[in-house]
């Protein structure tokens, strides 16, 4: 089975300094794929950045960056130069390679980013 | 904005009534899920169709809840006789075809509160 863990319910942060948020992951797929979601309190989720278990490098996408950790089964994110609006739920979920590609979740980290 | 939408944004209903929620999905978009999301928890799956064919559902998916996408385009769930324990946030999410790395777009959720 897979499962997603999250390990910090909460987090700090002061503007401009940079975060990491935890994600490790439980699968015996060879093939999947590890992504992150933002959720404001507006209820959305937003696509963030994604990780195949193949590709060689980190993934980057502006200030998000994605520290896998194969051996270690864990996906960090990185947001550098906090913003006041990066405030939110960060959820970490993982896709496994074939069938219905749905979401397994972890139960989030709320990020406060303060002036 | 062609983004994947829902409708109502809120409910309030009394238990025991039954409630139907809407999703139309982003246009050309061939896969759809529901999520159900609790408060301080990640979003859980429950359902998942290809074009018009429910092909996975979970088992937190009750004998009372129904989902159908007739003609492969808007989705409905609905939940019979409904319990305080329905009360939750329930996403809608759609992709195109396409790999794994295709991520998921979500729509700002249904917010049910069952008094």
């Known amino acids: 089975a897979q499962k997603i863990t999250q390990t910090q319910p909460g987090m700090f942060v002061q503007e401009k300094e940079a975060v990491t948020l935890d994600c490790t992951y439980d699968t015996s797929d060879p093939s999947y794929g590890l992504f992150w979601y933002k959720q404001p309190s507006s209820g959305e989720m937003i696509f963030l950045i994604y990780?195949?278990?193949?590709?060689?490098q980190n993934a980057t996408e502006g200030r998000y960056s994605l520290n896998f950790q194969k051996a270690r089964k864990s996906a960090n994110l990185v947001i550098s130069a906090s913003q006041l609006g990066d405030s939110a739920m960060y959820f970490c979920a993982m896709r496994a390679s074939s069938g219905t590609y749905k979401y397994i979740f972890g139960t989030g980290t709320r990020l406060k980013v303060l002036a | 904005d062609t983004g994947v939408s829902q409708d109502p944004r809120h409910k309030i209903t009394k238990r025991g009534q039954n409630v139907t929620f809407r999703c139309d999905p982003i246009s050309e978009h061939n896969r759809l899920y529901w999520y159900r999301q609790t408060l301080g928890q990640g979003p859980e799956f429950l359902t998942y169709f290809q074009n018009e064919a429910q092909l996975e559902k979970s088992r937190l998916l009750s004998n009372r809840f129904s989902a159908e996408r007739p003609k492969g385009s808007f989705s409905t769930l609905e939940i019979q006789r409904t319990e305080q324990g329905d009360s939750a946030m329930y996403l809608c999410a759609s992709s195109p075809p396409g790999q794994m790395n295709t991520e998921a777009f979500f729509g700002q959720g249904t917010r049910l509160t069952v008094v």
């Open positions: 990780q195949g278990s193949y590709d060689q």
